[in-house]
């Protein structure tokens, strides 16, 4: 067949390098401070699931979606704040310095990201759970159902 992927070899240094070397990798010392960098932004939904069986629960979680959305299927814990509602008095039930995690649907989705610039922009720490809905049930994480629990 020639269609087969060849054998793994020792590495080499070929006059032309492949596609993947054609960009040099970065120093590892440029590497460390960017993935270190990243992960202040953003958390994975094993963590989240990790630290809410835990109960080392130290974020507060919420579900960007629509109450709608909310009611068919959630994180559980999750509360339902949609990224549009999250304003200066809604926030301040909450102290200055709490973290929160917030998740929509999935990487196709952007509520997230609005999310997070809202809050950033009201003064709070924020953090996106990567995947949402998407990534928690391709880890196989069990959903909640029932009617929006709404930040008050």
Known sequence: MTDMIPEPQPATHPATPSYVAETPAAA??????????????????????????????????????????FERSHVPGAQ???????????????PSDTLFVVYCAGPHCNGTDKAALRLARLGYRVKVMIGGMTGWADEGFDFETGPANEAA
């Open 28 to 69: 590892p010392e440029a590497i460390a401070t960017y993935y270190a960098r990243k992960l202040a932004f953003e958390t994975d939904c094993w963590d989240v699931h990790a630290s809410l069986a835990s109960g080392r629960i130290d974020f507060v979680l919420l579900d960007v979606r629509s109450p709608a959305m």
């Open 80 to 94: 339902n704040l949609p990224h549009g509602k999250m304003t200066a008095h809604r926030m301040s039930q909450w």
